[in-house]
C-alpha cells in the first residue's frame, strides 16, 4: 500500500506541476480490491495552493440512484461520522499533510468489510477559499469458493442412445464474484459440440454469494469407461486468478455383448470324481447378460454367469454350452467346453477270502477298472510284496496266513487311489508261542506278565488254569486280556508271585490242544515246563508210547549193567565219591526261567536204579 500512496503523491505532484491553474488536485485509483471481511485501504491523496479547511467522504450506489450518501467530514479540527449509516464503527480515516509543498493525504479505513460495501468512495478536499477538488475510487470486494463437488450419475450409461446423456455434475458454492467452471476428459477440456453439451445455473444466496451448478451431457463410447473426468474451478481473488479441482472419476458404461468364453475352475489339474467344479460364462458386454447353460444338450438351472457343479462323477462328463441373451439388442452368443471326470472304480479281489490247508498253493488277483492307467501292488504288514495285480502264494504256512492289502493307485492322479484287504487263514493245529516278563508297572509287587499267542484256524480258544504247586488245589485266573489277530488269538494275565503256582496257558481248535505250563516261585523265580502237546487224533498218541517204550527199555538194560559192576566190585560207591551238587542261592528280587520236565515214567525207574539207597555198612 506505501507504494500505491507513492504513487500517488508523484501522480499529484505532476498535476500540480503541469496544470499549475489548479487551485485544488485529488488523485485516487481507480479501485480497490479486497477479500470478504478483510479491511479496506482507500487513499485521498491532494494538493493545493492553501491550506486544506474541508475533508468529506460520501458513497455512491450503483445503479440509477446518483445521489451521494456523505459518511465522513474533517473541518481540521474535529471528525465527525455520519450517524444511523452502515459504517458506524466500522471506518477511520487518517490525515497527513506536508506544508512545504502544500500536499496532503486522507486514507479511509473500512474494517469488517461486506458485500455491501462493494460500491464507489468520492473523496472531497475544500480550501479556505472554498475551492474543491474531488477524485472516486470503485470498491472490489472478493470470496473464495469452497472446493467444488463432483458427482458421477449412479445409473450406467448406454451407448446405444443416440443423444447426449447426462454423466456428471459439479458444484461450487459461496463465491463472488461468480465462479467459473470448466469440464475436464483426461488431460483436455471438453468443448461444446454436438456430442459435448454442458448446463450451468447460478444461484444467489441471501448472503449475496454465489453457488454454481454445472451438469456434463455425453454421447458416451465404450473407451469412456477408462476415461478419467473432473471439473476445474477458476475465481478471482484481490489482484489475480486462482484455480482449483475436483477429484477425478469414472463413468459406467453400458454397451451389448459381443461375444461369450466359458472357462473351468479347477483348470491346471485333471478332474476326478468328487471334486467340485466351477463353471464360469463371461460376456465382453456391460451390463452382463442372461446366461443358459446346457449339459450334452439339456438345460441346467445356474446362478447368474457360473455353474457350480458340487461332488462330480462320471456322469457330469460331456460337452457344456453357455449362450447369451442381451435385453437392450436382443443379441444371443454362445461358447461350449468339452469335461472328463476321471474315475477309479472299487477294487474286486478274487478270491475275497480264502481258508487253506498247509502246503497248498493260492492266487490272488486284484483288479479296478479306471479311466487313466492304473498301478497295482500287493502288502502285507505295510511291506510290499510285488508290483502287479497277481499275487502268488506257494505251500502255505502259519506264516502265509494274515491280512493282505491291495493298492492301485493312477499315477497320473494321485488323489485317486482304492484300497481293499484280503484275508487268507491257514487250517490246522494251534502253534502256540508264550512270552513272559515282569511287569515293569507292578514291580514292586512281583508281578509277572504271561502271553500266549495262539496260530491257526479255525481261531484257537485259548485256556488259563491256576495251581497251588503243594496242595495242587486251584487258583483264581485274574483278569484275562484277548485280542483277535489276523492269524489266530492273543490272550495275556499278570500274575502275582505270592505263593508257589502252576500257570497253564492252553490253547486248542478242532485240530487239537497245545498246552504250556509255568512254575512261578514264591520268591518270584519262574520255571517254565516243556510243552505237552496232546492231539485228539490216535495216531499221535501211538507214537508217544512207542518212544516211551524204548527209552524204559534202555534205561533197564543201563541199569543192569550198573549193578553187574558193583556186585564185582569194580565201581566204588564211597562217600568221597559222591559229587554234590548244590543250587545257586537266588535273589528275591530276581525272575529266573527254567525248563523242568513233570515226574515221569522214566525219572521213576532211574531212582529205582541210581537213587539213594543204604550200603551193607550202614
Known sequence: MTLRYIALLIAGLSVFTCKTWAVVDVSM??????????????????TLKEPAKMIVWFTKLPGRDQSRRRIYYYDGQK????EGSEYVGRIKVTHSHEPQNARGSAILIIDNVQLSDQREYICTVYNVSTDSGEGRTRLQIFNSPSLPVIEGMHTGISVTV???????????????????????????????????????????????????????????EKTDEDALFYCEVKYFVPGGVRMTETKK???????????????????????KEGDTVKIRCVG??????????????????SDEEMLLLDNVSRSNSGTYVCQSFDLDTGTSFEDSINITVHYLDHIVVTPEETVLDQGDDLTLTCNALSSLPTQTAWYKH???????????LNNASYDTAGMYMCKVTVPSLPDLQELKSVQVSVRGKPKLTVEMAADPVNKADRSVNLTCHAEGY?????????????????????????????????????????SKLTVNCSAANEFGTVNVSHKIEASARVKTTTTQATSTKGSGSGV?????????????ILGSMLYFLYKKGKLPCGRSGKQDFTKEKASKDDIVMEMKSGKSEEAVLLQGVNGDRKSPTE
Open 29 to 46: 485509483e481507480d479501485w480497490v480490491d479486497v477479500s470478504l471481511k478483510g479491511q479496506a485501504e482507500i487513499p485521498c491523496i491532494y
Open 79 to 82: 471528525t465527525v461520522i455520519e
Open 162 to 220: 443416440e443423444e447426449p446423456s447426462k454423466v456428471a455434475q459439479c458444484k461450487v458454492d459461496d463465491g463472488y464474484p461468480r465462479p467459473n467452471i470448466t469440464w475436464y476428459k483426461g488431460r483436455f477440456p471438453l468443448q461444446q459440440s454436438e456430442e459435448v453439451k454442458t448446463m450451468e445455473l447460478v444461484t444467489t444466496k441471501p448472503n449475496g454469494l454465489f453457488t454454481v451448478h454445472s451438469d456434463l451431457y455425453i454421447k458416451v
Open 249 to 271: 472419476i469414472n463413468i459406467t458404461v453400458h454397451y451389448p455383448t459381443t461375444e461369450v468364453t466359458l472357462s473351468v475352475n479347477p483348470h491346471d489339474r485333471l478332474i
Open 284 to 301: 465382453n458386454g456391460k451390463p452382463p447378460p442372461i446366461f443358459s447353460f446346457t449339459h450334452n444338450g439339456d438345460e441346467l438351472s
Open 382 to 392: 505295510d511291506m510290499q510284496l510285488v508290483e502287479r495285480h497277481v499275487l502268488e
Open 458 to 498: 479255525p481261531s484257537p480258544t485259548i485256556t488259563w488254569t491256576l495251581s497251588d504247586q503243594w496242595t495242587g488245589q486251584p487258583v483264581p485266573v485274574p483278569e484275562v486280556e484277548s485280542q483277535k489277530t489276523d492269524t489266530g488269538v492273543l490272550s495275556m494275565i499278570s500274575v502275582r508271585a505270592t
Open 544 to 556: 508217544i508210547i512207542a518212544v516211551m517204550i524204548i527209552c524204559l527199555l534202555l534205561i533197564a
